[in-house]
């Protein structure tokens, strides 16, 4: 009889518990929506403060413009509602720089062109999430990010013309590194 009371009290405690976790949303999906740029995202949160998850995103902001993988991480400093987020991936930013090109006809010169960095991407950010109605829903999130993109460095335009004329120009192989910014808002629900 007592082992029969010990089961019956321990699987009460069990599923007390098991009950208690489901009530918890910790998978959140959002779609981002930046000033010319479009983006889906994953989030699992590991505690009330730390969540990971990942995000694909392409944007375009006047002259400059990225897009890639992140794997990020976020840490909410007072629970729910304000974040930084450090995010690191695989993609490209377009943006303008100073590169050694190499004129057929004329030797070495440097020239202000534009550029697309191609490699590794590390990203930082912050924004905030807000919950819209019953807390875990629906929520909105603007936030910030400023992607920068270390490795190979192709160009896209020259200042001499609306495309990089390739047959009067060559660029030096060289790396490089290169920034862009990103405003986004994001719509999203948790499960």
């Not at 450090?86 to 006809?105: A, F, M, Q, R, W």
């Not at 001499?160 to 629900?189: H, L, P, W």
């Amino acid at each position: 009889m007592r082992k029969l009371v010990f089961v019956l009290i321990l699987a009460v405690l069990v599923t007390g518990s098991v009950f208690a976790q489901a009530n918890v949303k910790t998978n959140w999906i959002s779609a981002d929506v930046g000033i010319i740029g479009i983006g889906l995202r994953y989030e699992y949160m590991l505690s009330e403060n730390l969540s990971v998850g990942a995000n694909f995103y392409v944007n375009s902001l006047l002259f400059t413009g990225s897009g890639g993988f992140i794997v990020a991480a976020r840490y909410y400093p007072w629970g729910k509602n304000f974040y930084t987020e450090l995010g690191l991936g695989l993609g490209s930013v377009n943006g303008y720089g100073e590169v050694d090109i190499i004129e057929k006809t004329e030797g070495t010169v440097d020239s202000w062109i534009g550029i697309t960095t191609t490699g590794f991407i590390i990203s930082p950010g912050l924004g905030w999430k807000i919950d819209v109605g019953e807390p875990g829903g629906f929520y909105i999130q603007p936030g910030f990010k400023i992607p920068i993109a270390i490795g190979e460095q192709t160009p896209w335009q020259s200042m001499y013309s609306a495309s990089f004329d390739s047959e009067r120009y060559n660029v030096k192989d060289q790396t490089g590194s290169a920034v862009s910014f990103i405003f986004s808002f994001s719509m999203g629900v948790a499960f």
